[in-house]
């Protein structure tokens, strides 16, 4: 009963507040939320954000009309959205720094600007549930449906940015991820707000017993089918096969500079042939053993044929322009070797023209290239700009400084490879998107994922962590293992379960000499996709929408 009756008064101090004091709690509860986020990793902090997000949803009063009364509902996840993603996305403003003198006076719109425009996700969620709102412990389900509803909507409306969604939050750990291979990041995000905002109904007199005995129930089951999957699935490998990830920790601005790109070739292939004699100084080559800064080495285990994984742009020019590079490749894959490397590549157009973009390129030990996969989901802004023509009028162009910057590839699908599994590439942020990656997947299942990416413009921020962690959980969700080259970290090694064979932190030179870990069994979201989170969405609105109807006719 005594905490029954501080958790009142608590909630009832929040309900009343007014003005600005509404309006920076709001925020600083948003923000708060975000230190459950990598590379901090404190999800209790989100069991503290989201009881004060009901309870200042609750406070909403009624307003003269209905358009007041929407828009003040919409100010309230508004506000908290705005800052949930200041807090979680400040570090994009670094980017604007690789080439201050070009791109520093567009800092406020990366820092405050892109998340004033993610935050209308969350004020339309919390509009939508406040129309549906039950004087009841049972409203924190329509909050977690509506919340996921537009988390899912964010992943694909204009061209779609899922960064951080809500479901990153209650998966900090593999044990923690594995949910996600049930009903994907989008169902997980469902019930990490039910359980996070659960401790908001202590404060509740009708149906507080059964919705903290639910949430209770969800908890325990994300946990322990986390715990259960990992117990009995150990880490496996495909025999013969190992990978060498290339970290070569290149600083970003230092690619801007074409008289440069000798010196970053030469380095790539410095790095790569240190990786090499690592291997040939014990035969017996580890599946995590990692070359540079942040070594860990495990069970050691032979292997023959080698990929070499260079991470993206890692070739500073196309490479059939430069038949001296295309020879120096050529010397530098050895027999048994495959290398797997990100890089420009351009394609004539039958009117006349090229076409350039962003690929992974597959080498065999001849120096020829013998597949390439183009990326298709493109960084607005990074890699094109929106509105080209008018936008290039007043100087704005993508940070690539690249005029009419890439174009998309058309599709997505595995690379076969010779004496291995095949895989699956993923250049950049494509790893986010993993409704699109099972889709890629669907027809013909790879051996396991490739993720060639380039963190260099972020430095040394929380950007690149939370941009692993998101390859990771797209990972999990198919049952996929994950090899990671990242220029300047964090290059990884794992897993279909999200266990990290190998690791390079952040700003590390080095490589990782692994194993290829062998894929699990297709999960039900590899099968399923999306069709689990649908069902649950509708389960949530039928009932939310049932109790609040139920309990209308009462007090009517």
């Not at 975000?34 to 999800?43: E, I, N, R």
């Not at 030990?365 to 509105?387: M, Q, S, T, W, Y």
Request: proline content about 7%.
């Amino acid at each position: 009963m005594a905490a029954r009756g501080f958790f009142e008064r608590l909630a009832g101090r929040v309900m009343l507040l007014e003005g600005a004091r509404r309006i920076l709690l709001t925020l600083a509860a948003g923000a708060c939320a975000a230190l459950a986020l990598p590379p901090l990793d404190f999800p209790a902090a989100a069991f503290v954000a989201f009881p004060l997000l009901v309870w200042l949803l609750d406070g909403v009063g009624a307003r003269p009309t209905l358009a007041r009364t929407l828009i003040a509902d919409f100010s309230v996840g508004w506000l908290f959205g705005f800052g949930y993603f200041v807090a979680g996305l400040w570090w994009l403003g670094s980017a604007m720094l690789v080439n201050a003198a070009a791109f520093a006076v567009f800092i406020p719109f990366a820092v405050l600007g892109l998340p004033a425009v993610l935050a209308v996700y969350f004020g339309l969620a919390t509009a939508l549930a406040r129309r549906f709102w039950p004087d009841s412990a049972f409203r924190i389900l329509i909050l977690a449906a509506s919340l996921a509803l537009f988390e899912y909507l964010r992943s694909f409306v204009l061209t779609g940015f899922p960064w951080n969604e809500l479901g990153v939050l209650a998966a900090p750990t593999p044990m923690l991820m594995q949910s996600v291979g049930l009903f994907g990041l989008h169902g997980l995000s469902l019930l990490a707000v039910f359980v996070f905002a659960a401790p908001a109904v202590l404060a509740d007199r009708h149906g507080r017993g059964p919705v903290l005995a639910l949430a209770v129930v969800v908890a325990v089951a994300h946990v322990g089918y986390g715990a259960y999957r990992l117990a009995e699935h150990a880490t496996s490998y495909v025999d013969g096969v190992a990978v060498s990830v290339v970290q070569a920790n290149i600083a970003q601005s230092d690619k801007f500079d074409e008289a440069a790109a000798q010196k970053i070739f030469a380095r790539q292939i410095a790095v790569t042939e240190k990786g090499r004699e690592s291997r040939r100084s014990d035969e017996a080559v580890a599946p995590g053993a990692v070359t540079g800064a942040g070594a860990r080495i495990v069970e050691a285990r032979p292997n023959t044929r080698t990929l070499i994984v260079w991470p993206e742009s890692s070739l500073p020019f196309v490479l059939t322009e430069r038949p001296e590079a295309v020879a120096k490749l050529a010397d530098l894959i050895q027999p048994g070797e495959t290398l797997i490397a990100g890089a420009p590549r351009i394609e004539p157009m039958p009117s006349g023209g090229e076409r350039l973009y962003n690929s992974v390129l597959v080498v065999d030990d001849n120096g020829e290239i013998v597949d390439a996969r183009d990326k298709v989901h493109l960084v607005p802004f990074g890699e094109f700009l929106p509105f080209e023509r008018y936008l290039e009028r007043y100087g704005i162009m993508n940070l690539s400084e690249m005029p009419g910057g890439f174009s998309a590839g058309t599709e997505r699908r595995p690379v076969p490879l010779d004496g291995a599994p095949s895989f699956l590439p993923l250049i950049c942020y494509e790893a986010i998107f993993p409704s699109e990656i099972a889709a890629s997947a669907a027809a013909e299942r790879p051996g396991f994922i490739v993720n060639d990416t380039n963190d260099g413009w972020f430095g040394m921020t929380p950007g690149p962590h939370q941009h692993l962690r998101l390859a990771e959980l797209s990972a999990v969700a198919l049952g996929l293992p994950l090899v990671r080259a990242a220029n300047t970290g964090i290059s990884v090694v794992t897993d279909p379960y999200g266990r990290e064979i190998g690791a390079l932190a952040l700003g590390a030179t080095g490589t990782i000499e692994a194993g290829l870990p062998e894929a699990a069994e297709p999960t039900p979201y590899s099968r399923l996709r999306n069709l689990p989170f649908f069902g649950m969405l509708a389960a949530c609105f039928l009932f939310g929408v049932s109790v609040w109807l139920f309990i209308s006719r009462q007090t009517d």
